[in-house]
């Protein structure tokens, strides 16, 4: 079990950046995902990286997104770039509870040890 912890959510005008960060407990043995929730709309996953540093990503944030890992900070990253208004959420990350494999991003309940979140708003 690892314990995560987001952080560097804040507001933007559209088309701005945020990195957010998702720290560990401990060394990160498995997948990483980041995830997230807009009021009154399912969570869904945003990226994902493996141990392997393989990635995935949602279709609307491919291009714009960029997850990554500090194995040295124990920590991942996702870079957000070109940010619209229909990126605002509060944003998770988890773990992964297949190992270093990542599970498909739609399947939530493959996913653990989620953060307590962090806000991502962003203006028109």
């Known amino acids: 079990q690892v314990q995560l912890v987001e952080s560097g959510g804040g507001s933007v005008q559209a088309g701005g950046s945020l990195r957010l960060s998702c720290a560990a407990s401990g060394y990160i043995y498995s997948c990483i995902g980041w995830f997230r929730q807009a009021p009154g709309k399912e969570r869904e996953g945003v990226a994902a990286?493996?141990?392997?540093?393989?990635?995935t990503y949602l279709a609307p944030v491919k291009g714009r997104f960029t997850i990554s890992k500090d194995n040295a900070k124990n920590t991942v990253y996702l870079q957000m770039n070109s940010l619209k208004p229909e990126d605002t959420a509060m944003y998770y990350c988890a773990a992964g509870t297949r190992g270093g494999y990542c599970p498909s991003l739609r399947q939530l309940g493959d996913f653990g040890d989620w953060g307590q979140g962090a806000q991502v708003t962003v203006s028109s």
């Open positions: 990286i493996g141990t392997d540093g393989s990635t």
